[in-house]
């Protein structure tokens, strides 16, 4: 459920607009440096003073933004600009990077388990500081625990001594890496409708198509943005975003470009989908009104034939003529096979209808 | 109602052409600073010239085009360029940002209610010279009226503190930000329309369908030249648009691009949702067809066979015949069975039949 | 009627190819300052070396193209390139704009009345010289009217200040100002076709609307090439471009911006509303084939019954039962009633149907 | 015919593959100044070495790249790249403009007489040196004919003066030059398959329109690179190319421009044709049906009332009755006139259809 | 078959997952200069020591990516960064190139024998050093075949002397090469559909067109990133990249260039041919219809006329008229001849129907 939207039209900028339902922050902290590696939960918030200034790197990791004074007390206790502040708790957000004077600001979506058209995906809202990342989440979500898994077990390795700016791209890298099987799943679910889209297209399977459109728009209307922020942060001269995590961030931007590249791929051959199914219901209808037309065609004329004879006329000599009846037969298997030859001449039975018969018996 | 176009081309650059209808100007002045805040209505124009080179900050806002004389005077006081105020009273204009000498002219487009396609979108115009603001509007819209609440109760706040760049921001945020709930009212719409024109696209359902893709594409043509406006906005390097401001301006550039990234969607949305309609069109055409198919398929030729025993040839030798009634029941019924069974064998009725019947039931 | 394009093909460059019909060159002169104005019409070519250097501005209009001896004389005398003379020669050409040593060619398009798919629109080449503009047009438009009369009551105004750069402003802006009443003319033409292609969707409007998509992308074609040449002139930096006139060209520009974006604007709505359209179609034939559906469906079984009491055989026990007449009629009324029941379980008559019964009866 | 294309991948770069059934090689040499011209065809390959250093501008044109020795000896003579001479050899490329360090090797295409989509269009290759044009052409075409009468006849003129980079731009200003008759010829096929597909679009206007649209594809493919290669040229400060030449090539581009701008047009406009055709077709279906439903519905029901007393049982009280037939008759009529009213209420007949009827005479 | 995609979301970068079903590296090393070429295969990885410092350049092919621990080996060997190694083995990637201090790494992707789109196209990751370049494969692609005929008889020539980036050139123009047959065979495949889907569009050749569709947004999925890349390659300033390779390198491009519009222009043209095909489909349904409404409007009425008097009422004056029976019969042949002339009238028999019923014949 997102807040009402105009109640903060015209608002002060930067003022909180809680998201409705999320819990209240929980805040956990990860300070670690290649040999060390401390973990808690922060419940008095002035405890975070002590990580604002050290030579380890920390992770602040706030899950739930349902408490605007424990959000505007971090704020403060970090220096964030207003405006950083508003865009981590007003989600939803666009997919950006804004550099600030200390510390870059960067906004990612991702999606979780499916996508539902009608709400918004998942924001996470990361700040990277000098010697310190902050990040926030509407609430739990699982993104992260194999990061955290890996700064745990990491000693040594690049996840601990990469500083926030190494941090920063493995959190990244997990977002953009949930496209992945999102759209892997949508493109299963694709090829399963083609199959019955191609031989029988019913309004299910026309639904079903329209929402994995549906989905795929909202995803590339935040991939696409999401790539953009990645490209900015890739190319960055900032001594905030260590030189070496350079190729990581690219190798992200790179990932960020495929989940694009398949959103439009698969939205085309969706597309493309659409135009094939809607001619099979043009061909079936072709299809089925030929046997309506054979059979009207054939027997109306010989009902009519029949109706003539049924009349009680007193004066009609035809009736009383022995060979009357037989010679009416014969003439109207001559109109019977008179139409038949038209049709097949015109294709529309025998030789050349065979194939399209079994085609649509598939219906 | 927009006034003849054809008798403005060729006339002179700047000539003012008063939209139809827009009350005489109303003057109202906000002078503040940090501590103080003034606020009064001008009835004397020559009265601006206090304005105009004071150390407080000043907003003249403009409501109401009708009456040439008053705007000229305005203009002069503030020397501004023919053109610029030609911008702000021939409404409605493009979207865009002009730097001049000694000001910056903003011209903003928003819906306020909703969007009529026949009825241009209110146009706000914001001059932002070293000391004050001059916003124009045709008549008074509510845009602003919380940005005025936020001057009279925002001592010591930016709004007070920020100077004129601060201001105008300000109003370029409501503006931009008006657009969010009108797309969220198309959203909404479209999702009902949805269900309707999956289940049983109607006439109605289909024109209003149109009406949400050609709101959109006003909407569209509008949002994207204020997305560049103020992309170049927030990059200006001009001494009229404090530092400490670009933070902001570059926000409300990302609010619009989020505004036309959702119209986008929205209209791909929109088109995916009348392609599917078009199918299920297609599909119940072919639904109906079948019905009368197989109808006429199976009675037609009993009819044919009934007629042929209805006539009244003395000389049929099967009248006769005790057995030829019962014979003629039974080959009616071979008849009647071997079309089911041939219909069944196509699939249009029998086990694979019944989804598409209930699909089809709840039209 | 164009020339023979192939003629044309590996001439020399800057062959002039006199465009069919145009009546021959009519050269007027306006040569003004602030305080004078002299106006006349020049038959001896050679008085327009008097033109060519003096202080106050000039304006040569040459109306007509229709005699090359007459054109390369003025070539000559203005030192005009061959390629520059044949662009202005050799209609219709591409908008554009090109900076020689000496003067700036401008090559414009412009609707006059309305727009005529098959003809090209008419063209206008402005030369801007350093103390001289050179315009030709194929024959007599009447764009220029208003701006001959600005020039002769404008004294002391920028059009008679302003030099050769702001004449050709003033002459460019009359032009792109042509698009702004043909392109309300086209959207009131689709409001109108819109109503009756909702209703009732017949092949005069669905022409009707091809036409206007036809003359939208005439428009287009042109209008965007416009826009990059004012776009071009608006930024460049050259002594033939008085300074101060660059706002005005800024403005031009803005306007031909609006073309382009109203013209695509409407070309997106015309195409929205041929989907309508066809999508209404498909459900006007879903609502006539359930009516053929539903009639056919309920009398065919009982023509049929009708049919076998209709027979002659002398052995049918039934016809001699008393109670077989209305049993037959009873047994026809359950039909007919089942017939009914089914298919206002289907929802195709009852109480869904009156909204779909009303939507049709506009047609 | 286009020489098998698996057999070339991964060979050596610049391995010349000759197009299947092309002539062998003829050289034509042009060798000219502002006053004298010389002209002639060469045998021995050898006597090419005297051109390639002479103050004198030559163009050396072959036409046929039947024999691989003859133009690799070519090529060593005028020490052209391995890939130059690919390119020029190994039709069809796709057209560029390729800078290497003793000259600048342009590729282009151009449409000759038609467009076959299946048969690729002729490629012209042209090598711009210091003093010497080289031309490729796969067998003699037509483009060139008058610029060799115009070197011939031109003394003084700047195809005689203006050295290699003018003739080059001669070239090309032929080859762009020849889209124009085809794309008016496209334009004119276009203009009577309008009237046919709007008045009754057969399968065999379809077809037509398909088969513009196929060869508006094509043309497309080549007039973009086309462009791009002319303005790359145009803009190239390369000592190759004269200054003077310049503004020639500008406006080849501004040619190659307006060729693909006409393209979009037009394929723009086929597709709004395909969608009115088949918008026509729908309305046309609609038709029928109509008149279909009309004659069943009022017949079907009379057939039956006809049949109720066509009925053989002994025991029908009305059959007897003498007002009986001349009242069913009247019910008969009543029915008749019920439907035809229902059908004239639903707008299927009477005061609307009139139009209508007038529309669907034309087909 | 590809890995769980969820499994290596979040995992470290530059973990390598191993595609399924990828046999163990088959390390093959060719080394050689201008004169000399030795080509061995490596058992032991220590070997490859002594490659990484020669004067002579040594290509490293390793063939299939089964096996973690030989890659890493690989991967410190050549002192590979974690994030290339995981580009290389981690297939499917997208085509790219990227810049690392001792050597540029390249992801290059294309079709083999034909393009399946379930399945990801080959991959080749080449990584260029200064005096060696390293392949990596999925498995034995017969791509390189050719390349290494060369190498070993090429003595003297570019392949043997231009050095790892000439090769890796040679291995890239290969690539580029292989979309050039099957573009052509899906041109075929079109061409064939064309002849079928105009004359009669049958759901297989309906779904025949849907796969081409398919398999073309596939190719341009991972032709237009290839064309980045290469154009990125061929204007790097780079000591790795040769300068004489430049040309080459553009040559490639140039190719890729041509992929890519070639791919365009196909799904351009396969999107013209479904809507001709859903155009003629809607022609064939009038068609069919018009002969059904024909016979049911000319027989019916008929048919009502004969039921009329097959009437059993005892009272019918007509029935004993002598002349009744031949007057019924006229008036039946004059409400048929009035069908048969409103049709005509109406375009659906007679003078203009020929054409349509010959069209309709080859169906």
């Not at 700064?151 to 926030?164: L, S, V």
């Not at 079936?284 to 003539?308: D, Y």
Request: proline share 8%.
């Amino acid at each position: 459920m997102t807040p009402d939207p105009e109640s903060s039209i015209g608002a002060r900028p930067g003022t909180l607009v809680l998201p409705a339902g999320s819990p209240p922050p929980v805040v956990r902290v990860f300070q670690y440096d290649a040999q060390t590696c401390e973990e808690r939960q922060i419940d008095d918030l002035e405890a975070l003073h002590d990580y604002a200034g050290t030579a380890s790197t920390t992770w602040i990791d706030i899950q739930g933004l349902g408490k605007a004074a424990t959000l505007q007390r971090i704020g403060e206790i970090f220096n964030i600009h207003r405006l950083a502040l508003a865009d981590a708790v007003n989600v939803p957000q666009r997919p950006k990077a804004e550099v600030y004077d200390d510390y870059v600001l960067i906004v990612a979506r991702a999606p979780q388990d499916d996508v539902d058209p009608r709400v918004p995906l998942p924001q996470v809202c990361i700040l990277v500081a000098r010697n310190y990342v902050v990040s926030f989440q509407e609430r739990y979500f699982g993104f992260f625990d194999r990061v955290r898994e890996r700064i745990r077990e990491g000693a040594g390795r690049p996840i601990r001594t990469g500083g926030p700016s190494y941090l920063a791209y493995a959190l990244l890298d997990v977002l953009v890496g949930h496209y992945t099987p999102i759209l892997e799943d949508i493109s299963d679910e694709m090829d399963d409708l083609e199959e019955n889209l191609l031989a029988n297209p019913s309004p299910q399977h026309l639904t079903a198509l329209y929402d994995l459109r549906r989905k795929l728009t909202v995803l590339r209307r935040l991939a696409r943005p999401q790539r953009e922020a990645l490209l900015q942060l890739s190319h960055l001269q900032n001594p905030l975003i260590a030189p070496e995590v350079a190729p990581y961030l690219r190798d992200a931007h790179d990932h960020a470009s495929q989940n694009v590249e398949i959103i439009e791929s698969l939205r085309d051959t969706a597309g493309d989908l659409m135009d094939t199914a809607l001619a099979t219901l043009g061909h079936r209808s072709n299809e089925v009104m030929k046997v309506l037309t054979l059979m009207a065609s054939i027997f109306i004329p010989l009902t009519f034939m029949a109706g003539i004879y049924g009349m009680n006329f007193q004066d009609m000599p035809e009736l009383s003529m022995p060979e009357a009846y037989p010679t009416l037969l014969a003439a109207m298997a001559i109109v019977a096979g008179g139409m038949i030859w038209y049709f097949r001449r015109r294709g529309w039975i025998g030789a050349r209808t065979p194939p399209a018969m079994d085609a649509s018996k598939d219906q």
